[in-house]
């Protein structure tokens, strides 16, 4: 009986029998078989699946069975691809690796007939495991080149970010990486280890041609260095300017060029496919092409004596029939855009033309197309199209205007203007405070007094000369009487006076501080003559009013005093 499962493992016994009739024996004894399931092998490749010419690869032979790892291993390779031109190789590597009994399988220096899938099986004394699944090594024919790119592009203001990725286009996998501009080793590099190099904020020192070097393994295995990506930061106020003539980002071969510093001491230095070198027939600061060529497109600069780069600008030689006409310089956010497409046999604008924007049509069948006011949103790839050819495409760079304030002046400024009204705030509170408690330490009090002619007086009443604390204004309204029925019988008119007296703070009318002012308003009326024959003085009424502002409101404080004084127009008192 043969043991093919776990489900046969139970209780087992047997009996024998013979002749015929058959004669039996009896039961044996019971047996118990546990069976359980083999373990399964499990391969892993050290550093990748996917690897590069000369590397070092190696397999392992996972077998996870009670911590017991005393197995013998058997390794398997079955050919995914058939090259006749590496048959022999890869069956003289075939054998070798059915011949290992080792747990790991190490290929140095890798070769294209490696490749295949790779399983292997594991034996302890009388346990045999389970087949590993099998795995398929890729390797590719040529030697590992590292790749960089950026984002968001590689033309930037000082003051904004931008990032350069390294990668290795087949292989993500255990690389680390290092970062080279101008072919100087960065010392910083290994914040780009993850394959990002960042530049926040970018200065313009950070202009240049960057590289990127991948590596991974033990014994490390170098990549090749990636091509050359130029990076080019413009400073927002250029000290020392390039300057194109045509002024334009776009050339026709064989027209002609000059460039120039606007500055004594700078040369035109220019960076084209992969080297950096001087500007052809340069006298001083200025380079002469007299006919250009495909060959002297790329990125021209003014350089110093120290290696100071500036003003960098992009331009692009086109042998065909159309190009675009745009500014090689930056446009600034709010100013108007202007692109027309131009013929090589005129030089002049294109009357027909198609305009295109990171690809997408964005105008059409017109002579030139225009942006009145330009945002950041509008940077991006240009191009013209028209029956006689499309351009190249430029890149057309947003530079945010040099009077936009900067969200730091900004909150700088706010700030300082609420802290200003916060003080000036803070002042008036304080003069109202002072004035308010002068108002209650001091209190004016002017009563009537009686003379002895019966008429009345302010007690007090302050008519120096120099500074008082009370001054009294008074207003005199004067009415004519109503005219009187002629059935009246009066002896003679009588005048009744109402005086109110209000008391407020204002300034000394001679300025020499605050003061307690009294307004009095007088109403002179005539009254009807009354049929009485005896009158006495005159009917005065005087109230006085002290308010002042306690707890935001208006309080009265202080004596009411009404006097009434008659006055007799008859034949005495």
Not at 119 to 148: H, K, N, P, W, Y
Not at 292 to 317: A, F, M, Q
Not at 384 to 401: D, F, L, N
Request: aromatic content about 8%.
């Amino acid at each position: 009986m043969k043991i093919k499962s776990v489900s046969d493992g139970g209780q087992y016994w047997c009996r024998a029998g013979r002749g015929k009739p058959v004669y039996y024996t009896q039961y044996s004894d019971e047996l118990t078989l546990s069976v359980t399931e083999s373990p399964k092998a499990v391969v892993t490749v050290r550093p990748d699946k996917h690897v590069f010419r000369g590397e070092t690869v190696t397999l392992r032979c996972e077998i996870k069975w009670r911590g017991n790892t005393e197995w013998t291993y058997r390794w398997q390779i079955e050919q995914t691809d058939h090259y006749n031109k590496y048959y022999n190789q890869y069956n003289q590597h075939k054998n070798t690796v059915s011949r290992s009994s080792a747990q790991e399988l190490k290929i140095s220096r890798v070769e294209v007939f490696h490749r295949g899938k790779y399983s292997c099986t594991g034996q302890m004394d009388t346990q045999i495991s389970q087949r590993s699944d099998a795995v398929a090594l890729t390797v590719f024919s040529d030697e590992a080149q590292a790749a960089v790119r950026v984002s968001p592009q590689p033309w930037l203001t000082e003051g904004h970010s931008v990032t350069l990725i390294c990668e290795v286009p087949g292989s993500s996998t255990g690389w680390t990486f290092s970062w080279f501009r101008d072919a100087d080793h960065l010392s910083d590099s290994s914040r780009g280890a993850g394959g990002s190099y960042t530049l926040s904020p970018a200065a313009l020192q950070h202009t240049g041609v960057y590289t990127c070097r991948a590596e991974r393994g033990e014994p490390a295995y170098s990549s090749q260095n990636s091509s050359a990506q130029p990076l080019w930061v413009t400073g927002v106020s250029a000290s020392v300017r390039l300057v194109l003539r045509p002024s334009r980002s776009q050339h026709f071969s064989s027209d002609s060029l000059s460039l120039s510093c606007d500055s004594a001491g700078w040369t035109v230095r220019r960076y084209t496919h992969t080297n950096t070198q001087d500007c052809s027939a340069q006298t001083g600061s200025t380079c002469g092409i007299q006919s250009l060529s495909t060959s002297d497109t790329g990125v021209y600069w003014c350089e110093s004596e120290s290696g100071e780069k500036r003003h960098p600008l992009n331009i692009t030689v086109h042998d065909g029939d159309v190009i675009l006409e745009s500014s090689a310089d930056p446009v600034i956010e709010g100013e108007t855009l202007t692109l027309h497409c131009l013929h090589r046999s005129t030089i002049s604008s294109i009357l027909t033309a198609d305009f295109y924007k990171d690809g997408s049509l964005i105008q059409n069948q017109t002579g030139e197309m225009s942006i009145p006011t330009v945002s950041k949103s509008d940077e991006g790839f240009y191009y013209c199209k028209t029956k006689s050819g499309e351009s190249p495409h430029s890149w057309i760079s947003v530079r945010a205007s040099s009077s936009s304030s900067s969200p730091l002046v900004i909150g700088v400024s706010v700030g300082l203007t609420v802290f200003l009204l916060l003080l000036i705030l803070l002042v008036l509170l304080l003069r109202h405070k002072k004035k308010r408690d002068q108002d209650h330490n001091i209190q004016q009090t002017n009563k009537p007094v009686p003379t002895q002619s019966g008429e009345s007086q302010l007690e007090n009443f302050p008519l120096q000369s120099e500074p008082v604390s009370d001054v009294t204004y008074s207003e005199v309204v004067v009415k004519k009487k109503q005219p009187m029925d002629k059935g009246d019988t009066v002896s003679e008119s009588t005048n009744v006076t109402y005086s109110e007296v209000r008391k407020n703070m204002k300034k000394d009318i001679n300025s020499a501080g605050p003061s307690d002012l009294i307004y009095t308003e007088i109403n002179m009326k005539d009254e009807k003559k009354t049929k009485s024959k005896g009158f006495g003085l005159a009917d005065v009424l005087m109230k006085m009013k002290s308010k002042e502002k306690r707890s935001g409101q208006s309080s009265e404080s202080g004596d009411t005093l009404y006097s009434e004084v008659k006055q007799n127009t008859g034949r005495g008192l």
